[in-house]
Nanobody
Framework: QLQVAESGGGSVQSGGSLRLSCAAS????????IGWFRQAPGKAREAVGC????????YIVPSMKGRFTISRDNAKNTVNLQMNDLKTEDTAVYYC???????????????????????WGKGTQVTVSS
């Protein structure tokens, strides 16, 4: 059974950086996709981005592009979310989730839509103070 677990959350001042990790275990494959999502207090969960394992292609939602990047450590089956220039509005619980990547036009790709992911981590808190 595919499982994922986040780590790396914490507290940082505005303008700082944090790197979150998502470790995948159980059944993994080259056509796996991992998505990152976050939920701020009193708000709905929102997408951050995703990565699919066949060629490590990534997607970051436009509002976070330029500050957030997603990468994979193949040896450790771990996906990292690097967050730079953090703002107070980035304060949230961050989740990673995994599922089979989508196939279209002969290539795998990921979509940052929470409804497409079945295996979820418990989340890690990120707090950004001014």
């Amino acid at each position: 059974q595919l499982q994922v677990a986040e780590s790396g959350g914490g507290s940082v001042q505005s303008g700082g950086s944090l790197r979150l990790s998502c470790a995948a275990s159980g059944v993994t494959a080259d056509n796996l996709a991992i998505g990152w999502f976050r939920q701020a207090p009193g708000k709905a969960r929102e997408a951050v981005g995703c990565i699919e394992f066949s060629d490590d292609s990534t997607y970051i939602v436009p509002s976070m592009k330029g500050r957030f990047t997603i990468s994979r450590d193949n040896a450790k089956n771990t996906v990292n979310l690097q967050m730079n220039d953090l703002k107070t509005e980035d304060t949230a619980v961050y989740y990673c989730a995994a599922d089979t990547a989508l196939l279209g036009g002969g290539s795998y790709y990921c979509v940052a839509n929470e409804n497409l992911y079945k295996s979820w981590g418990k989340g890690t808190q990120v707090t950004v103070s001014s």
